[in-house]
C-alpha cells in the first residue's frame, strides 16, 4: 500500500484568498483608503512617463473643454490640467507624508521625556499651550511670509502647529505606562533611562501613533492647499492642486474644469488618509476589534 503525500512547501492559495476575504470584510474602509493611496502614489511617480509637460504653455488652446486629446481641459494659460493635476499630487503628498513623519518623530521624543520628567514636563507642556493658542494657519502663513516660498518651509510650518497634539498624546502614553510592573521591574534591575524609554514605553506608543499620523497627513495636505489658495505656499509657478484651484477660480462660471479636477483629486486624496486613518483605529483597538 502506497501512502501519498502532500508537499507542505506547497502554497494554500484557497486559504490565502479567503483569509484575504475575511479581512476585507471585516475592514472595508481601510482597504479603500488604501487602495486610493496607493493609485494615487503610482500616478505620482509614474507621472513623467504619461502626464506629460505641467509647464508648457499654448496661448492658441487657452480654456478648452476636455475632449479626447486634453482629458482635463486647458487653463487660461494653454496648460494641460491633466498634467498639473497629475504634478500636484507629487507635491501634496510630499507635504503629507513630510509633515506626519516629522511632527510623529519630533513629537513622540518630546513626549517621551516630558512624560518621563516631572521637570521637564512642566516647561513642555506650557510650551505646548502657547502653540496651541495660536491659530495653524496663522501661524504657517508669519512663517511662509517670512521666508522664500518652498516646499521645505512649508513642510516645516505645518509640523510646528501639530507637534502639540503629538506631545500630549504620547505624554499621556506615558504617564499611564510608566508605573507599570514591567517598567517598575526594568527600572529595579538597573536599566538606563534611554533603554527604559526606547525599550519598554515607547512600543505602547506605536499604534496611537500610526493612527494619528494618518489624520496628520490628511490636515497637511489640506493646510498646504489652503496656503497655496491664499498665495502663502508653494511657488505659483510650481503645479500643486491649491495652486490650480487659486488661478482658476477667476474662470469658473466660464470653464468649470478647472477648478472641478484639481479639487475632485484634493478631496478623494483626503478622503482616502481618513478612511485609511479610521481603518487603523479599528483594527488596532482591542475594544473594537473583538466586536469585528
Known sequence: MTVMTVPTGAPSHPGQLARF???ARRNPTMLLGAAILIFFLGVAIAA????????????TRRLQPPSRELWFGTDQLGQDIFARTVYGARVSLVVGFSVAAISILVGMTIGLFAGYYRRFDGIVMRL????M??????????????????????????????????????RSIVLS???LPFVEAARACGARTPRILFRHIMPSTIAPLIVQASYICASAILVEASLSFLGAGVPPEIPSWGNLIASSRLYLARAPWTIFCPAVALALVVLAVNLFGDGLRDRLDPRLSRRL
Open 177 to 179: 505606562v510608566k508605573e
Open 21 to 23: 476575504g475575511r479581512f
Open 133 to 170: 493658542a495660536i491659530p495653524a494657519i496663522l501661524l504657517a502663513i508669519a512663517m511662509v511670509a517670512l521666508n522664500q516660498g518652498s516646499i521645505a518651509i512649508v513642510v516645516a510650518a505645518i509640523s510646528i502647529p501639530e507637534l502639540p497634539r503629538v506631545v500630549r498624546l504620547v
Open 128 to 131: 505646548m499651550d502657547g502653540l
Open 48 to 59: 513623467p512617463l504619461f502626464a506629460g509637460d505641467p509647464m508648457l504653455k499654448l496661448p
